[in-house]
C-alpha cells in the first residue's frame, strides 16, 4: 500500500479520503491557506462540508505543514479549484525534493501567462522547469462524482486519464465495493469534458430557474433539447482540443453533466441567474457561503481557449454562444434560450 498526499480539504479532497483510507492506503490530507477552518472543525469532529467526521486513520496537517504532510509519500493527489491550482501546484514544486507522480481533481482551466490551457498542460510546464530530465506521471480524475454520497459510500462511477506506468499501477487500487474507476489515456478528453460540463450545466440551470419563477412544473423536453446539445458542442470542442469525441458520450462528459445539471454548485448558479440574478452577484453571494461555481469563472476562460484551437467554432456553438451572452454579457436568459431553441434545430 502506498503513502498519499492530498492537497486540499474540501469537498472532493475530504471526500477522496474514505475510499483510500479503505484500501489500506496511509492518506494525510492537507489543508491549504483557505482551508485551516476546516481541518480544525474535522479534528474535533464532523468535516463543514461533508456533515460527518473523517476516517479515523486519517492523518490532518494545516497550511502551514505542507513539508511534513508530504514526507516519505508516494502519490499526490490535488484537490482545489481551478482557480487555486497553481498557487497550490507552485508552493508543491518549492517543498518537493523529488518528482512524484500526481493525480488532480481540479476541473476547468488555467491561466498561465497570457495562455489559457488544460490543467495539465500548465502542470507539465512548471514540472519541467522544476525536474527538468523527468517526464509528469499525471492522472485527471474525471465525473461523476458527489464528494457527500461518495463519503456516504453511494455507488459512485468515475473515470481517470492517465499518463505513465507508476500512475497506471496506483489507481488500479483506488476502487471499493461503492467506488468503481475506470481508465483512459485521452487527457485531453477527460480534462475537456470536466471543464465544459460546468459551463453546459449552467444552462441547464438557467432553463430550471426560469420555468420555476414562471410557476411552471413541467419543461422536460426543453432541458432534454439542451442536454442533447450541451453534449454535441462539448463533442466539437474536444474534437477542436485534439481529444477524443468518444470521451464525451462516457462518464466523464454525460455522465458527469448529468450529476452536475442535476445537484452541482454550477446548477445551482444558472437557477438563480434564470430567476432573474445578477450573475456576477450570484456567484459572490454563492463565494461568500464557500460554494464555489466555476463554471462561471471556466466560461471567462472558456472563451480565451476558444479563441485559441479554433476560430470562428463560436459560430457552430449556439447552446454555448446563449450562454455567455447571459452569464458574461447580460442579456435577457429566456430570450437568449427561446432564441436558441428557435435557431438551433440541427446545429453541431
Given at each position: 500500500m502506498a503513502e498519499v498526499a492530498v492537497l486540499g480539504a474540501g469537498y472532493m479532497g475530504s471526500a477522496i479520503t474514505f475510499p483510500l483510507c479503505e484500501n489500506g492506503h496511509g492518506v494525510r490530507l492537507w489543508?491549504?491557506?483557505l482551508d485551516d477552518g476546516l481541518i480544525e472543525a474535522a479534528r474535533e469532529g464532523a468535516h463543514p462540508r461533508l456533515q460527518?467526521?473523517?476516517p479515523r486513520q486519517l492523518q490532518l496537517y494545516d497550511s502551514i505543514a505542507l513539508e511534513q504532510a508530504l514526507k516519505g509519500t508516494d502519490f499526490i493527489i490535488i484537490a482545489v479549484?481551478?482557480?487555486g491550482f497553481l498557487p497550490v501546484f507552485e508552493r508543491l514544486l518549492e517543498t518537493l525534493d523529488r518528482p512524484l507522480p500526481l493525480f488532480t481533481l481540479t476541473k476547468g482551466?488555467?491561466?498561465?501567462?497570457?495562455?489559457v490551457l488544460r490543467v495539465s498542460e500548465g502542470a507539465t510546464r512548471l514540472f519541467k522547469e522544476r525536474f527538468t530530465t523527468h517526464d509528469l506521471q499525471w492522472a485527471s480524475v474525471g465525473g461523476?462524482?458527489?464528494?457527500?454520497?461518495?463519503?456516504?459510500k453511494i455507488p459512485t462511477a468515475t473515470v481517470f486519464g492517465y499518463t505513465g506506468p507508476e500512475?497506471?499501477?496506483?489507481?488500479s487500487t483506488f476502487p471499493t465495493s461503492y467506488y468503481r474507476v475506470s481508465a483512459t489515456r485521452d487527457v485531453r478528453g477527460v480534462e475537456l469534458s470536466s471543464a465544459l460540463k460546468n459551463v453546459y450545466a449552467i444552462g441547464m440551470g438557467i432553463c430550471d430557474g426560469i420555468h420555476k419563477r414562471a410557476g411552471v412544473e413541467?419543461?422536460?423536453n426543453f432541458k432534454a433539447f439542451i442536454f442533447n446539445q450541451a453534449i454535441r458542442e462539448m463533442a466539437l470542442l474536444i474534437g477542436e482540443g485534439r481529444g477524443e469525441r468518444e470521451t464525451v458520450f462516457d462518464l466523464a462528459g454525460v455522465g458527469d453533466l448529468y450529476v452536475t445539471s442535476a445537484s452541482g454548485r454550477n446548477g445551482i448558479f444558472g437557477r438563480k441567474v434564470g430567476a432573474g440574478g445578477v450573475p456576477e452577484e450570484e456567484y459572490r453571494r454563492m463565494l461568500d457561503a464557500d460554494e464555489v461555481a466555476e463554471g462561471y469563472h471556466t466560461l471567462q476562460l472558456l472563451m480565451k481557449y476558444i479563441g485559441r484551437v479554433g476560430e470562428g467554432i463560436l459560430e457552430q456553438l449556439p447552446l454555448l454562444s446563449a450562454i455567455?451572452?447571459?452569464?458574461?454579457?447580460?442579456?435577457?436568459?429566456?430570450?437568449e434560450l427561446l432564441r436558441f431553441a428557435e435557431n438551433c434545430c440541427s446545429a453541431g
Open positions: 489543508g491549504t491557506w460527518k467526521p473523517l479549484t481551478s482557480e482551466f488555467v491561466e498561465l501567462g497570457d495562455e461523476p462524482v458527489k464528494a457527500v454520497e461518495l463519503s456516504d500512475v497506471a499501477a496506483f489507481f413541467y419543461y422536460h455567455k451572452r447571459t452569464v458574461l454579457g447580460g442579456e435577457n436568459p429566456r430570450d
